[in-house]
Nanobody
Framework: QVQLVESGGGLVQAGGSLRLSCAAS????????MGWYRQAPGKQRDLVAG???????NYADSVKGRFTISRDNAKNTVYLQMNSLKPEDTAVYYC?????????WGQGTQVTVSS
């Protein structure tokens, strides 16, 4: 079993910053890919940013230059630094990791950006 625990969400004013964390625990041999997705009400869940084990990252166009994904392999943890937040960034943010080809999802953390 693999557990993912997310933290760092909350309410922030436009222009502000938040840092999300997602720690994986349990039967973990090797985490290939770690990523953050988000889902706004009435919309599909979309990729925000992802990072491979060797640090190659990719971002949605809407967050490039504002968000930074990083990971600590020793701690099995992935982070998402979110700067210059906009109201349209409001969503539930989910952590996703791939272990041995299998995907695992976190429970989600709410990020609300007020205008």
């Amino acid at each position: 079993q693999v557990q993912l625990v997310e933290s760092g969400g909350g309410l922030v004013q436009a222009g502000g910053s938040l840092r999300l964390s997602c720690a994986a625990s349990g039967s973990i041999s090797f985490i290939n890919y770690m990523g953050w997705y988000r889902q706004a009400p009435g919309k599909q869940r979309d990729l925000v940013a992802g990072i491979t084990r060797i640090g190659i990252s990719n971002y949605a166009d809407s967050v490039k230059g504002r968000f930074t994904i990083s990971r600590d392999n020793a701690k099995n943890t992935v982070y998402l630094q979110m700067n210059s937040l906009k109201p349209e960034d409001t969503a539930v943010y989910y952590c996703r990791v791939t272990i041995g080809g299998d995907p695992y999802w976190g429970q989600g953390t709410q990020v609300t950006v007020s205008s």
